[in-house]
C-alpha cells in the first residue's frame, strides 16, 4: 500500500500516455499536458480523502443504509414488441430485433 501512497504523488506525461493508449485516445501535446496536471490533483485529493480516519464510522454498503429506496418488483405489462421495432431502422418485427450501427472497431 505505501508504494500505492508514493505513487500518486508524481504523475507524468509519460503515465497519461500510457493511459490514453490503454484508452486507444489520440492526445495533442496540449491535452497530455492539461490531462497530467488535472489528473494528478484528483490523485492527490483521492490520497487525502484516503487520508482521513474513519475508524469511528460504521461500515455501510449504500449511503442510504437502512432506507428503502426501491419499489417493490411487480410484473406488468409492457410496450408490445411491434411497437418497440416500429420506428427502428432495419428492424424485424417478427423477431424482435433491429439493427444498429457499429461504433466500435468500425
Not at 505505501?2 to 500516455?17: F, I, K, N, Q, S
Not at 494528478?40 to 474513519?54: G, M, S
Not at 428503502?68 to 406488468?76: G, L
Amino acid at each position: 500500500m505505501e508504494w500505492y501512497h508514493r505513487r500518486m504523488a508524481v504523475l507524468t506525461v509519460a503515465d497519461v500516455e500510457r493511459i490514453a493508449a490503454l484508452a486507444l485516445l489520440e492526445l495533442t501535446d496540449d491535452e497530455k499536458q492539461l490531462f497530467t496536471r488535472q489528473l494528478a490533483d484528483i490523485l492527490d485529493y483521492a490520497q487525502q480523502v484516503q487520508a482521513i480516519d474513519t475508524s469511528g464510522v460504521p461500515a455501510t454498503a449504500h449511503v442510504h443504509a437502512g432506507q428503502r429506496t426501491e419499489r417493490d418488483d411487480e410484473p406488468r405489462a409492457s410496450l408490445p414488441v411491434e411497437e418497440a421495432v416500429a420506428n427502428a431502422p432495419d428492424a424485424n418485427a417478427d423477431a424482435g430485433l433491429f439493427r444498429v450501427p457499429r461504433v466500435i472497431g468500425g
